[in-house]
């Protein structure tokens, strides 16, 4: 069912309002309405700079690799006081309604926090870019400190006490997922009966195994999205739209029949 039949808001609030256990996936799409670029949509990051050239490996190695991760980092508006948009309160809303078991995000732009889920629904599949941590003595500095320092002109933050690198506390290409949290969010989609995607190509593994283990628990699956996701031939719901409207009629509609 896809969006050019208004009714699929419609199926998707009464899909919530009849599930138990929502577990709520989201990706960049969901941020761009924030000013944060997606990555793989029109002019997302994928397609100015090549992701092979990020990668954990690349990054220590390589300090004009550095240079240009924190430029992407600065220009990307992660670094900024973003804030969070109607899809995100939408979420949100969700949560207060008593409706949301969890949001499983693999953004790192801390706005479903800043919406105001709780964090110990939130699990961060790939971290988190409100700390810095040096790579040699593991002091921990919150990223508005590094924020001035890349906007006072330095290009390559060192840490203060021993000059060693330091690596945003988000996970690059090539690096593990924090397992406490890919284990937990494998656990709740594998226990929710229903299953919502919201602005995610879902390409990336393991986080694009999410779908998969709630479809095989026997989920519902909708998936809110602006473009294609393998796992479309597989959902109920199908609505190809801007995430922040589509939230916001979903949601209406939820309170409307609550
Ligand atoms: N509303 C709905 N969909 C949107 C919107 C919007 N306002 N803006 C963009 N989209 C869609 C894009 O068309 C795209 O299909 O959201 C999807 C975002 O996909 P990606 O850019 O691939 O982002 P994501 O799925 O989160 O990528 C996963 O890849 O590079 C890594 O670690 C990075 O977490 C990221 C992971
Ligand atoms: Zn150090």
């Not at 021993?162 to 989609?189: N, Y």
């Amino acid at each position: 069912m896809t969006n050019n039949n208004p009714g699929a808001e419609i199926a998707a609030a009464e899909m919530i309002l009849a599930s138990k256990r929502l577990v709520v996936f989201t990706g960049a799409g969901i941020s761009t309405e924030s000013g944060i670029p997606d990555f793989r949509g029109p002019g997302g990051i994928w397609t100015k700079f090549d992701p092979d050239d990020f990668t954990i490996q690349k990054f220590l190695r390589s300090e004009e690799t550095r240079r240009k991760q924190w430029k992407i980092l600065l220009e990307g508006g992660l670094l900024s006081s973003i804030k969070p948009n109607r899809a995100h309160l939408a979420i949100a809303e969700l949560e207060e309604m008593g409706r949301l078991d969890c949001v499983i995000t693999q953004n790192i732009d801390n706005l479903h926090q800043k919406a105001g889920n709780s964090p110990g629904r939130i699990f961060e599949l790939h971290g988190n870019m409100q700390w810095v941590r040096c790579l040699d003595c593991g002091e921990r500095y919150p990223v508005e400190h590094i924020r001035e320092k890349l906007k006072n002109g330095v290009e390559v933050p060192e840490c203060e006490i021993c000059h060693g690198i330091l690596k945003p506390d988000v996970v690059f290409f090539g690096e593990t997922l924090p397992p406490e949290v890919l284990d937990a969010a494998t656990a709740h989609s594998m226990r929710c009966d229903l299953f919502l995607v919201v602005g995610s190509s879902l390409v990336v593994h393991p986080a694009a195994f999410m779908p998969a283990y709630a479809k095989e628990a026997g989920a519902r699956l909708i998936i809110v999205n602006i473009g294609e996701t393998p796992y479309d031939s597989s959902a109920d719901i199908l609505i190809e739209g801007k995430a922040g409207d589509v939230m916001l009629g979903i949601v209406e509609k939820v309170r409307e029949k609550l």
